[in-house]
């Protein structure tokens, strides 16, 4: 438990899949699995969503390895997969409208949902998350973004884990209430 939990690949791994060897891109998948799961199960709302989240951003880090600009960079953008993943089924679960099964239609529905979750910037969502109390956004970057147990987060801030997930409940709550009311209806500035 414990750092061998959340070490990532290492950097010349990350090297070695960019330039497409095969065997590294394996092992890098292998190697961030853990930590992958990790954020979508902080960042999703249910258990089935986190599973599939991990499972669409462990393909396109296998797909897509060498669209990484910077192998230090790997963590925040596997981060930002899981995020932007977890947003659009908790998106859909919104509407009212379950996951549908893979079909032209659900095809299109998800390009328009990638689309909208492409605008939602790192910047918008750091805001959020600042605009927050003090208290709520504590929780919230420890657990969500720097990963620590639920209990660990607890014991930290001197909170009983119900008050610490009471307040988590609530900063993510917040946070994905800014981000809705915050929405652009278009897109800035007219160039993509």
């Not at 910047?123 to 919230?140: G, K, N, T």
Request: proline content about 6%.
């Amino acid at each position: 438990m414990g750092v061998a939990d959340s070490a990532w690949p290492s950097e010349q791994l990350v090297v070695a899949a960019q330039r497409g060897d095969v065997d590294s891109i394996a092992a890098l998948v292998s190697g961030s699995h853990p930590n992958v799961q990790r954020f979508a199960h902080s960042l999703c709302a249910t258990p089935e969503d986190a599973e599939d989240a991990a499972q669409e951003a462990l393909i396109i880090l296998y797909r897509k390895i060498g669209m990484l600009r910077a192998s230090g960079a790997l963590a925040s953008w596997m981060f930002r997969i899981v995020r932007n993943e977890c947003l659009r089924r908790a998106r859909t679960m919104m509407r009212g409208h379950p996951p549908l099964p893979d079909t032209a239609v659900d095809t299109a529905v998800d390009s328009a949902e990638d689309e909208a979750l492409r605008r939602l910037d790192a910047s918008r969502v750091a805001a959020a998350v600042a605009a927050l109390p003090p208290d709520q956004r504590r929780v919230l970057i420890m657990r969500d973004v720097q990963g620590h147990s639920g209990r660990m987060v607890a014991d930290a801030l001197g909170l009983s884990t119900a008050a610490m997930k009471s307040r988590l409940h609530r900063a993510r709550a917040a946070v994905r209430h800014t981000l809705r009311t915050a929405a652009p209806d278009s897109p800035p500035g007219g160039n993509p």
